[in-house]
């Protein structure tokens, strides 16, 4: 495949081969036939630049991805792409290739696999008892994101669980003693893991029994630590970097084949036996299956409730009444930051919505994203809820918040390992300055349209004190930027409202909810557009008394209310002025060409734009002939009200700029 390619990585797929076929022949409990069976292991490949090896198994094994595809691998359209992605080839659970991200969805799963088990499994009734394995690298495990993940994972004690580790000693660009010579055994060991260890990488009895005892470890999650050789076979290159991630090239594929004593031709030599052994998995498969759903059918008679709630969840689907009991905020009531709002709504939705679970990255105070009464997701008999911080309920695996800890990075990545399990709906939270900690892993749930719900706080230089660390400034522009991710960001709390209604019934990529620290007043929608218009995007908030607007203002999140005041003086004098709230350009874009030229008329060209970030992107909508009041600095400490006027989000400051624009 890597040679007709003339691009890949062979190092991993020779050196791996054996762990994989012990694993996909002796253990994995998947239905090839229905690749989303829910309770079928879930397998990921998260060294992703090993790929082939992961489309020769699908193939061998009968899921529908044929032998033309691996002859087209890393080509255009085809199934087989360079790394692999989830929704383009069947069988493959997660998108990986970035290091340590698929290790990070492993944990996740494994955390969806402990909740759904624990909510629905009744004795003599397992509907939910599969194990989530993964094979990692070098590379894997000298990521970030894998330390954190994995400590948690040791916390939480989440046995079924199983990496096994190629464990060859070599990187991309050189011999791991380079630069990584801890001792990786000790290092699982002190995070809570049972390490195993195969010490030749070709000895499949010794893998299998390596295998077989980390299924039987129920308190820990198992690495099965398996030394083995990169580029296996290759007379020049194995043990070589140089196998790593790029082709061996025509003559020394012939002498590899020749090593291994496996005929030089046909390129794509598949023998009758290895097929016929390999596709044993779809006869398995489904009597695994059937045996699975025969179970679910009686488990259906004695309990109906669980059983439908069961197929909402694992249909990704919300219950009737969901959003009954979100709250409506009058216009008298008292100035409330869109977190606090935030807090409110989500814990109006939970009780209603058993699969919402998540937490914070030990932010859970500030971000107001605590689900109250609904429990710890902890190892059973651990602890308690006594403890500091701890919310009341079930302490367990059916509790709904995660303590992430200070890991952001591991939190994202969990979150969507939680979300490509399916059957779960997983929010997570930070400040947003930290989202960058996560992008990588948030970037990962757009590519693969993962529906993981963020809350992000602290969304301006209004955090104040804490100086421009804590100040975002140019992210909201960057995520913005990114495609298949939609942000939004309310301008009061009954914005807050219908930001999570849309959220929650976005299924088909992440959502940022953006949320101001300081108090906003509510606004008074008797004089102002109602908070649905949220739902499209933009919306014309307030329009002149009579005659066309000259000037249409446009603001988003907490900088609506200075625009506002502004937009008032403006009336008050003459002027004929639109005022526009855009709490979600991704929305918007996504309205009819002739809605979005209602609210914002082309023929309207004297644009202002007002928002406590970058200014980059909204040249989009203000055009060339428009400004931005913006902020293309970094910010700077001092009260959070200094720091807004300081920095011109004021009202005086709006109203000054818009009557230079109108002359």
């Not at 990921?44 to 090896?53: K, N, R, V």
């Amino acid at each position: 495949m890597v040679e007709q390619a003339d691009s890949g990585h062979p190092g991993m797929p020779l050196g791996a081969a054996p762990m994989a076929y012990v694993l996909w022949t002796r253990h994995l409990r998947c239905n090839p036939k229905n690749p989303a069976w829910p309770d079928r292991d879930r397998f990921i490949l998260s060294a992703g630049h090993g790929s082939a090896l992961l489309y020769a198994l699908l193939h061998l094994s009968g899921y529908e991805l044929s032998l033309e595809e691996l002859k087209r691998f890393r080509q255009w359209e085809s199934l087989t792409p360079g790394h692999p992605e989830r929704g383009e080839t069947p069988g493959v659970e997660v998108t990986t290739g970035p290091l340590g991200q698929g290790f990070a969805n492993g944990v996740g799963m494994a955390i969806a696999e402990r909740y759904l088990a624990a909510r629905f499994n009744r004795p003599g009734f397992e509907v939910v008892g599969h194990h989530t394995y993964g094979i990692c690298s070098d590379g894997d495990l000298m990521e970030g994101i894998a330390a954190e993940a994995a400590s948690l994972a040791g916390h939480l004690g989440l046995g079924r669980l199983i990496f096994l580790y190629d464990d060859n000693h070599i990187s991309l660009a050189a011999d791991t003693r380079l630069s990584f010579t801890e001792d990786v055994g000790r290092r699982f060991e002190a995070y809570g893991w049972q390490v195993l260890r195969v010490a030749d990488g070709n000895d499949l009895s010794a893998i299998d029994r390596a295998l077989a005892e980390a299924r039987r470890e129920n308190a820990r999650p198992s690495l099965v630590m398996v030394s083995t050789h990169i580029g296996f076979g290759s007379p020049r290159f194995q043990d070589r970097f140089e196998a790593h991630g790029a082709p061996l090239g025509a003559e020394e594929v012939r002498a590899t084949k020749r090593n291994l004593g496996w005929p030089e031709e046909p390129p794509f030599h598949l023998p009758e036996e290895l097929i016929a052994q390999f596709r044993q998995a779809v006869e398995r498969g489904a009597k695994l299956e059937a045996a699975w759903a025969a179970m679910m059918h009686e488990y259906d008679d004695r309990w109906p409730d669980l059983r439908e709630k069961w197929g909402r969840a694992i249909r990704g689907e919300l219950p009737p009444g969901w959003d009954r009991d979100i709250p409506r905020f009058a216009a008298d009531h008292k100035p409330i930051a869109t977190r606090s709002a935030g807090g409110q709504v989500l814990n109006a939705i939970a009780p209603r919505v058993f699969n919402l679970i998540g937490g914070s990255a030990d932010l859970d105070p500030s971000t107001k994203t605590a689900l109250k009464g609904r429990g710890c997701f902890q190892r059973p008999g651990c602890g308690s809820d006594s403890l500091q911080g701890a919310e009341k309920g079930e302490w367990g695996y059916a509790g709904a918040n995660i303590a992430f800890g200070v890991r952001e990075h591991a939190m994202g990545g969990i979150l969507n390992g939680m979300a490509a399990h399916g059957g779960i709906i997983p929010f997570g939270s930070t400040f947003l300055i930290f989202s960058d900690y996560l992008r990588p892993a948030l970037r990962l749930a757009a590519l693969s349209r993962l529906a993981v719900k963020y809350v992000f706080t602290h969304d301006s230089t209004a955090v104040g004190e804490d100086g421009p660390t804590h100040q975002p400034i140019e992210q909201l522009a960057s995520f913005r930027a990114m495609p298949n991710l939609t942000v939004i960001r309310p301008a009061d709390a009954n914005e807050v409202a219908e930001a999570w209604k849309v959220a929650m019934q976005i299924d088909d990529g992440p959502v940022l909810l953006v949320m101001s620290r300081q108090n906003l007043p509510v606004l008074d929608r008797s004089q102002l557009a109602p908070a649905v218009g949220l739902r499209r995007g933009g919306y014309v908030l307030a329009d002149p008394p009579q005659g066309s607007p000259e000037l249409i203002l446009i603001a988003t999140g907490s900088e609506v209310h200075p625009a506002l005041a502004a937009w008032r003086q403006l009336i008050a004098e003459g002027r004929r002025v639109r005022l526009v709230g855009m709490p979600s350009c991704e929305l918007f874009d996504k309205q009819s060409r002739e809605y979005r030229d209602r609210v914002l008329p082309p023929q309207v060209t004297a644009r202002l734009a007002v928002e406590a970030g970058a200014s980059l992107g909204w040249y989009r909508y203000v055009g060339l002939q428009g400004e931005v009041v913006g902020l293309d600095r970094f910010g700077a400490s001092a009260p959070g009200e200094v720091t807004l006027a300081q920095f011109g989000f004021t009202a005086e400051n709006i109203l000054r700029r818009a009557l230079g624009m109108l002359g």
